[in-house]
């Protein structure tokens, strides 16, 4: 098991930017695939991105593509996700979490962070 901790959430205005972070512990991180889900109030949860372990491939959402960058730093068992020209639908509560793979199938993920909240407003 490896230990998720999401921070770097809050409100942001529309158009603007916020950078999650996800820092691990507990296990190897480079061990992990990661990705980055969203859960809004009333709706089911969301897979919006992930890459591999090594980085070198990465998934996103039709939604959030062009405008969020997911990546990791393994030296720091860090994963990151850059979000960018934000719109109020991307409120949610966004989820880290790690899986041993494959990185672009959602229901591999089974090691969670708590979550952290993003508001978007208009």
């Known amino acids: 098991q490896v230990q998720l901790v999401e921070s770097g959430g809050g409100l942001v205005q529309a158009g603007g930017s916020l950078r999650l972070s996800c820092t691990a512990s507990?296990?190897?991180?480079?061990?992990?695939?990661m990705g980055w889900f969203r859960q809004a109030p009333g709706k089911e949860r969301e897979f919006v991105s992930a890459?591999?372990?090594?980085?070198?491939?990465?998934f996103y959402t039709d939604s959030v593509k062009g405008r969020f960058t997911i990546s990791r730093d393994n030296a720091k068992n860090t994963g990151y996700l850059q979000m960018n020209r934000l719109k109020p639908e991307d409120t949610a509560v966004y989820y880290c979490?790690?899986?041993?793979?494959?990185?672009?199938?959602?229901?591999?993920?089974?090691?969670w962070g708590q979550g952290i909240q993003v508001t978007v407003s208009s």
């Open positions: 979490a790690a899986s041993d793979g494959p990185y672009n199938w959602a229901p591999s993920y089974d090691n």
């Open positions: 507990g296990r190897t991180f480079s061990r992990y695939d």
């Open positions: 890459i591999s372990r090594s980085g070198g491939y990465t």
